[in-house]
């Protein structure tokens, strides 16, 4: 309501006489400016402006008032004003309980010590905002407004879609009155509440088992080496290397977390991380032969071969030569000496292939020799390949597989033709073959 601070109004004022509470019920007298209304029981005001012809003189309008009448210019309109608070006025009768006389302002009532107090029409329930709409008192009067978020369509407030002006960066949620933003997953609200900042899910304990890769908006997850990513992107599954070749060993492949390893039989040891080298035991002094015995090494072991190897009726000449004296009849059958070896040979070697060559180490001028294999080679594995008059080569002709164990007497026969001269002499060859192709 507008307030008009300058008062034009002449006021005639037949003022109710104040009245103590009335005694009786029956009580029929009225101040004047009242008449007595039996239908209600109570003292009713008298509209003058009705009942008094002329009330009010020349260009002056008449207002009707509790218990009197006011004149007031036509173009007056009602108003209140700091200049009316002295209006001397008498309380309201008593007897009219539903109808008061305010003498204040329009928006104001009377307070202490003859004073004019703003009404606050929202607490008393006094204006006509929407339900939708707040009430604002103000000084002599109030205003509706529409809460935050809401704007005034008609006399109504409607809500305010804030998600049509594109505050929010990824997702926007209106609510009445308001709105939120929300992210999509893997971002995260940033302090202004409307940008979305990718979240580190690596620090926030992404289920990655092994390695986790932070990207814009998500996180991958990686396996260490030996390992593969499982199905459901976060699992590391032990690849299992072995399964992939059976070469990665050249014996036994074993599987552990992450990696493979490669494991020799006994008597080997690894060479590098795949290959099995054959351990030396007579070299390492790993073997356990008796001072009476020498240890001959082979693949994946060793053997105790007699230092004394000499047989009836072969007697010792040196380490390892045993000769067959010409006195003894039994010995004019046999080659005259014999020459102990021993070798090895892995299983599955490709054949034909040479594995000893023989050498003979004294011969008589003039003679022809010749090689052969005397006994030992029941199956036909090996045969002999002369090379010269004085050389030969043992050739292994058909794949054998260990372990087993030849002994061949390899006999070089020499003929003198000129002097009708024959001897022969032996190298007792004994062939071991590992059990490995290693
Ligand atoms: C963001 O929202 C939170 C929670 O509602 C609030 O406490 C904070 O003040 C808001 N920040 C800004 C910049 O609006
Ligand atoms: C065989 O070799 C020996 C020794 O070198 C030699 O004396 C002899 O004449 C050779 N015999 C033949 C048939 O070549």
């Known amino acids: 309501m507008k307030l008009v601070s300058c008062l034009l109004f002449t006021l005639v004022l037949h003022a109710a006489i104040s009245q103590e509470a009335s005694e009786s019920d029956t009580y029929m007298e009225c101040t ?7 239908h209600t029981q109570h003292c009713k005001d008298v509209n003058e402006c009705e009942t008094i012809p002329d009330a009010c003189k020349g260009e002056m309008k008449c207002f009707n008032h509790y218990g009197g009448y006011l004149c007031l210019p036509r173009s007056a309109s009602v108003v209140s004003s700091n200049e009316v608070m002295g209006v001397d006025f008498q309380g309201p009768s008593s ?9 204040c302002p329009h928006g104001y009532e009377p307070g202490l010590h003859d004073t004019c107090v703003d009404v606050d029409e929202c607490e008393q329930d006094l204006h006509d905002c929407q339900p939708s709409q707040q009430c604002i008192n103000t000084a002599g009067s109030f205003t509706c407004r529409c809460p935050d978020g809401y704007r005034k369509i008609g006399t109504e407030c409607v809500d305010i879609d804030e998600c049509r002006y594109r505050y929010c960066q990824h997702r926007c949620v209106n609510s009445p009155g308001s709105f939120s933003c929300q992210c999509e997953p893997g971002f ?8 979305c900042v990718d979240v580190n899910e690596c620090d926030m304990g992404a289920p990655c088992q092994q390695r986790c890769y932070n990207t814009y908006g998500t996180f991958i997850c990686r396996c260490d080496q030996g390992y593969e990513l499982g199905q459901d992107g976060f699992a590391c599954n032990d690849i299992d290397e072995c399964s992939y070749s059976s070469y990665l060993c050249q014996h036994q492949c074993v599987n552990e977390p992450g990696r493979f390893i490669c494991t020799c ?30 240890c001959v090494n082979i693949h994946g072991g060793y053997q105790c071969v007699d ?10 000449v040196s380490d390892n030569r045993c000769v067959c004296p010409v006195v003894k009849p039994e010995c004019r059958e046999l080659p005259f000496s014999i020459v102990h070896r021993y070798m090895s040979i892995t299983s599955d070697r490709p054949v034909p292939s040479d594995i000893f060559q023989i050498q003979a180490t004294s011969v008589y001028p003039g003679a022809y020799n010749t090689f052969r294999i005397r006994s030992g080679d029941e199956h036909g594995e090996f045969y002999i390949r002369q090379i010269n008059n004085i050389s030969a080569m043992l050739v292994l002709a058909r794949p054998v ?8 007497d390899l006999e070089m026969v020499s003929v003198n033709p000129l002097m009708s001269y024959q001897t022969s002499s032996a190298l007792r060859l004994t062939v071991y073959v590992g059990p490995h192709a290693f």
Not at 95 to 103: D, F, G, I, K, V
Not at 271 to 287: F, K, M, S, V
Not at 401 to 408: A, F, I, M, N, S
């Open 401 to 408: 597989t260990g372990p087993k164990e030849y002994v061949l």
């Open 265 to 294: 039989p006994e008597g080997y040891q690894l060479l590098g991380t795949r290959q099995c080298q054959d351990i030396n035991e007579c070299e390492t002094n790993a073997h356990q032969c008796p001072e009476s015995q020498t």
């Open 95 to 103: 007897r009219t309980e539903s109808e008061t006389y305010n003498p």
């Open 32 to 38: 004047e400016g009242y008449h007595w209304d039996p």
């Open 188 to 195: 995260q609200l940033a302090g202004n509440n409307r940008s």
């Open 307 to 316: 230092t004394n190897r000499c047989q009836e009726p072969y007697v010792q």
